[in-house]
Structure formats: structure tokens, C-alpha cells
């Protein structure tokens, strides 16, 4: 079996609402506002406090973005590390978080985060490296930790768990994320969503089921 990293620990830090409430102003701003036009002063206005407290928590806006990625993708990769691998029925297991990786992959916000990506990333080429790094690779890395423990358990033949995670994602998001991030189909309807994954599973157990 080819290696992986050593498996992502979850963290549980000490909640800092301040903090969180500025993520969350951060990312509003981003998104009504676009990556160029948003400023440490703007975001700093529309929290309520002065620009050095903003600064005591974030050095730069490049740095704030990064953090408010990091918290967006933060439940996708939590539902992969709670995952409960003793259960009989993996297949079953597979769908229910194939679902949750859709539907959160559909979120309105989530769209328009991509939607930003795709649009300032070309004359912020940081962006691009940022979202990437906080998001898809990070969570192909716990998805793959996933897949690791899923062949210890003997639910999976042997294969590269990096090459698993990136396979199942693809497969569960299927063309229905780009429909609605184009919108030609804004709201995929239950049934769509359920097919999709339906065919996601069974093509990833085709490939790696034991």
C-alpha cells in the first residue's frame, strides 16, 4: 500500500467568538465585495472595531482569507475524522457521506466561495494556492486517512488512499456541482442528488471494494 502523511488529529481549541465573529464578517465581505475590493479597514468597519484589534488576530488580509477557507471547508473534514468505521454496512456508510459531501459541496455560500476562487484567482494567484491548500488537499489528506483505516478494517482492497479520496470526491460531486455553479440546474432536486451518489458509490466500490 503506498504511504500517506501521519493522520490529521482533529483539534478542539477553546472557542473564541471574537475571532469567529470576524471570520464571519471577513467572509461576507469577500464575497459581496470580491478579494481586490475588500480591505483590512472595510472588514474592520463592518466588525465594529478598530483596524489594530483586527490586526492583533489576523496580519494581513491574505492571512484572513486563509483562516476563513480553513473554517468553510472545517465541516466536510470533520464529518471524514468522526466517521465510524465499526459498522457492518460500509456501502451504507459510503452513501450517507457521500450525500453530506454534496450537499455541502451544493450550500449556496459554497458555490459563491468557488465562484469567487475562479474569478480573482487569475489576478490573485495566492487565492488560488490558499483554497487549495486550506480545502481540497487538506481534505483529500483526511479523506485519505479515511480510506487507510478503511483498509486496516478490511472494507477496502489495497490501493493508494490519496487516490481514493481524489476518485470519490469527483465521483460524488458529479456534474451537478457545475450545473448549479453555472446555473443551468441552481437547484438540483433530491431524487438528482441521490442518483448521483447512488452511481458515485457503486463505480468507487467497482474500483476498491473488497
Avoid at 487538506?138 to 481514493?164: E, H, S, V, Y
Wanted: glycine share 8%; net charge positive; proline share 3%.
Amino acid at each position: 500500500m503506498s504511504s500517506v502523511s501521519a493522520p490529521v488529529t482533529r483539534q478542539k481549541p477553546e472557542r473564541d467568538e471574537k475571532r469567529e465573529h470576524i471570520l464571519k464578517v471577513a467572509y461576507a465581505a469577500f464575497l459581496d465585495e470580491g478579494y481586490a475590493a475588500t480591505s483590512m479597514s472595510g472588514i474592520a468597519a463592518r466588525v465594529g472595531g478598530s483596524k489594530a484589534t483586527l490586526y492583533n488576530y489576523f496580519s494581513s488580509k491574505e492571512e484572513l482569507f486563509s483562516a476563513v477557507i480553513e473554517e468553510k471547508c472545517r465541516d466536510v473534514q470533520a464529518m471524514f475524522l468522526d466517521a465510524d468505521l465499526d459498522g457492518s454496512d460500509f456501502k451504507k456508510l459510503l452513501v450517507q457521506l457521500g450525500e453530506r459531501l454534496l450537499r455541502l459541496a451544493l450550500k449556496d455560500d459554497n458555490i459563491a466561495t468557488f465562484r469567487l476562487i475562479t474569478a480573482e484567482s487569475g489576478r490573485f494567484p495566492e487565492l488560488g494556492r490558499l483554497f487549495y491548500a486550506g480545502g481540497r488537499q487538506r481534505g483529500k489528506q483526511i479523506l485519505g486517512d479515511f480510506f487507510q483505516r478503511a483498509q486496516k478494517a478490511g472494507k477496502l482492497r489495497l490501493g493508494n488512499p490519496r487516490d481514493m479520496a481524489m476518485l470519490f470526491g469527483e465521483l460524488c460531486k458529479g456534474e451537478l456541482v457545475l450545473l448549479k455553479l453555472w446555473n443551468v440546474n441552481p437547484k438540483p432536486s433530491d431524487k438528482e442528488i441521490k442518483a448521483t451518489i447512488a452511481t458515485a458509490i457503486s463505480v468507487f466500490l467497482a474500483a476498491y471494494g473488497v
